[in-house]
């Protein structure tokens, strides 16, 4: 980008956690705007975040005006004094809303809304925000319930991993799943009972989690399958090996608002089956199975999948992932809309 005067625009990046979509997103802007980055710390407790909240207020105060556009990731406690300071000193904000900042499941305990008090300062920051961008048209539905006021703008969530080498792939008869899983919530959450299940009913194939802590879950991983393997979490780019090998990618979450590892698996040729939730069925569209929470039904999917395997081909599925998700997409929805405010 070439104009100056977009060169010199300032953006204070608010996030909680740098993983990798949230640095997809710092990258894209620091490429081409002055960005300077705001950690508030993640911690436990009404007293603690009212210190982070305290802490952040004094920032604000005393270097706020240093910046044209506030740029938070996720609604939560460290969304609100930003997007309010933007809204009185006419600034702009905008608010990533990625599916925790509009869920409510109190049977896990999970979401935002879990709490009242937590819900109001999130609630609050998308109805104050200049903008929200919603991950999927999943979370969009659910932010225009709480911020039907509220400028949005569904920018999907992309692979960080789309550059990789694809080619000379080798794949073996296994079913894999990725995510971080290290207590009975997440367990839970990411529907790693179910795939345990399939697991049972398919002991001629090799099942695979990779991210999960067993030493935090021995109550919950008594008498695994033999065909079953855990793996702890990886770097980013050690998955793509476990990608590569494997032919069916499975997700069956309890609640999804995106699901960037079943695109990046689908983006290395596996053939995604997801239960119904949220946005997954978005990120497979017509090139893969959605599927009920039926163990049996899903073991025998699986089964003639990899017995016969078929269409869609591999390249259909990396096609379709790439068509919808690629960094590049996401990176210029980004800027545009920061020319935009």
């Keep these: 980008m070439g104009d100056n005067e977009e060169k010199r625009k300032s953006i204070l ?4 956690s740098f993983s990798s979509f949230v640095k997809n997103d710092y990258d894209t802007l620091n490429s081409n705007y002055l960005v300077a980055k705001y950690h508030f710390a993640p911690v436990k407790g009404i007293l603690r975040n009212a210190c982070e909240i305290l802490k952040q207020l004094f920032f604000l105060l005393l270097s706020g005006w240093k910046y044209d556009v506030f ?3 996720f609604a939560d406690y460290h ?3 930003p997007v309010l300071f933007s809204k009185l000193t006419g600034k702009k904000s905008i608010v990533i809303i990625g599916g925790y900042d509009v869920c409510r499941i109190r049977k896990l305990n999970y979401g935002a809304f879990c709490s009242s008090f937590r819900g109001w300062f999130c609630a609050k920051s998308m109805r104050l925000a200049k903008l929200i961008l919603p991950v999927s048209n999943h979370v969009d539905r659910k932010a ?5 006021h509220t400028n949005r703008k569904m920018v999907y969530n992309c692979m960080t991993l789309d550059n990789s080498e694809t080619s000379a792939t080798f794949k ?3 079913i894999l799943t990725v995510a971080l899983i290290n ?3 997440t367990f839970c959450l990411k529907g790693i009972d179910t795939f345990i299940e399939v697991a049972r009913l398919l002991p001629e194939f090799r099942f695979e989690i990779v991210g999960i802590n067993p030493s935090n879950l021995i109550a919950k991983l008594g008498n695994l399958p033999y065909n079953m393997l855990l793996y702890e979490k990886v770097r980013a780019e050690e998955l793509i090996a476990f990608y590569l090998k494997s032919k069916i990618y499975c997700q069956f979450s309890r609640s999804e608002s995106f699901g960037v590892s079943i695109a990046e698996a689908m ?4 053939f995604p089956i997801v239960t119904k939730v949220g946005g997954m069925p978005e990120v497979i569209g017509n090139v893969g199975k959605l599927v009920d929470r039926d163990a049996s039904q899903i073991a025998s999917l699986i089964k003639e999948r990899i017995l016969r395997d078929g269409e869609p081909s591999e390249n259909a599925i990396r096609t379709h992932v790439t068509s919808l998700f690629s960094k590049g997409q996401r990176e210029a929805q980004i800027h545009e809309t920061i020319k935009s405010l």
Aim: aromatic share 28%; glycine share 4%.
């Design 183 to 185: 207590n009975e919530r």
């Design 79 to 81: 969304s609100f004094l």
């Design 267 to 270: 983006y290395f040729g596996c």
């Design 144 to 148: 225009k319930a709480i911020a039907p």
């Design 13 to 16: 990046f608010v996030y909680t």
């Design 172 to 174: 073996t008869d296994t």
């Design 71 to 73: 740029f938070c990731w």
